[in-house]
């Protein structure tokens, strides 16, 4: 794998090396005579903190490691603009994330072919999860073994989580083993991507042994303004991209381009480059390629409701952090052993639950933390308590990405919209509901739980709402923005081939029609791997069809 500064034209070139891009990377490299160029906005990822789990902490919010984006203020949070992390670095956001491998519900994927995207149902995807899958129980009809994406338990325990899901069971929501055999209903805990008590990013499992492929050139610090179209044909076809590298602007040729940016950079690229909505290029001046209305749209995202209670009786991190030696006892404990508090992913316990007896499947998902603190960024918390973050899993909520010049240093304007639809403040209404249900459940007694956010105080549906739009905020779950189908505002095929456009691809989060029922980096890594599959497939009925060509003007040639 090359570094140089010099770039030849590549078979293929994908832009963003997050859990997609890295294992297009590694996947499409494996002919040795094929060119692949792998293009990140950020740097390497050698920064420590990237590798202690709990170094999210230091991440997020981090410019070196963070676009540190903003959402506009939204009506439905009262007014309130949040932080919207994304990775900018090697292993994208797999490198700032909370490290849960999680894949959805089955009927996630099954809503997916039911809109018209034929092979992405449960029975489809199922073996592409399986492929880069490497499961600390060994291979099994749900579970692979061997691939690059390392999944284990967890590597501490907490005496108030284990109370918590004894609550749970007796709020009929049941102990379970494993969240990801397609119905995740239950009560468990979270399986990581670590290896070890360290942080197993996308770049560690897909990039690592490129350094022995000639065929692949790594590019880092180059951020990617546009596409670049030949528009001499009947469709425009990308033919390259350009970048600015060390402060100027440089183009990279290519045959196939592929936009593995993420929900909110792939669709700015496209803007960008002249592909999306009409009315927001004309205003911006920028030159239509292709008019293309759902780039930027259909947002979604989970919010989660960040409910905190005060305990009695149980040890908490925010006790042990508040003290240099329960500080300097963290450090012996990872350093010795990689065990402890500093292994932790930022929720340890989760449970998938119904917001009604009604609802068809879990509708709701819970991140259960033995920590609690003000706002993200800010101290813990000096008392013992604990955090029961709850996101309902189906927004019906849309959103949008758009750019706010051509200029790619501006940020894009992020419109989640959150709470925006009757439906999910209904649904919110529900969830701080059954968390207090379960809270007030016998196994938690003894700990006496306080309600400290939003508080008792808060009861009726109105009132709900208005605590819910206090208490929301981004579980860093962006999807949708340059959605997959066959309807006006889909952007690509269930080819993941942008529509209008010749050699372009949009392979992330972004393809989503609908959000998964849980967190999103696996189901963007299968994304990945059912794109790599197809991309393959096609280059092996392309040598075919040349091999045949070649053989019919042989025997032309001979014949006359």
Known sequence: MTHARSYAAADTLIVGAGPAGCLLAKRLSEDPHHRVTLVEAGGRDNYPWIHIPVGYLYCIGNPRTDWCYRTEAETGLN?????????????????INGMIYMRGQARDYDHWAELGNAGWDWQSVLPLFRRSEDHYAGESALHGAGGEWRVEPQRHAWEILEAFREACAESDIPAIEDFNGGDNEGCSYFQVNQRRGVRWNASKAFLRGLETRDNVTLVTDAEVDRVLFDTRGERPRACGILARLGGAFQSLEADEVILSAGAIGSPSILQRSGVGPRELLDELGIPVVHAAPGVGANLQDHLQLRMIYRVTGATTLNEIAGSWWGKLGMAWQYLSARRGPLTMAPSQLGAFARSRPDRPSADLEYHVQPLSLPAFGEPLHDFPAFTASVCPLRPA??????????????????????????????????AIRLTRRIVASPALARYRPEEIKPG???????????????????????????????????VVDDRLRVHGIEALRVVDASIMPTITSGNTCSPTLMIAEKAAAMILEERHWRAIGQATDERATLSATASS
């Open 79 to 95: 007014g309130r603009s949040l932080g919207y992390p994304r990775g900018r670095v090697l292993g994208g956001s797999s490198s």
């Open 397 to 430: 909520s849309r959103g949008t990405v758009t750019i706010r010049a051509r200029d790619p240093r501006q940020p894009p304007r992020i419109q989640p919209n959150y709470l925006s639809e009757p439906e999910d403040r209904r649904v919110a209404i529900d």
């Open 456 to 490: 008792p105080d808060w009861q009726s549906d109105e009132e709900l709402v208005q605590a819910a739009g206090d208490i929301g905020t981004t579980i860093f779950h962006p999807v949708g923005t340059c959605k997959m189908g066959q309807d006006i505002h889909a």
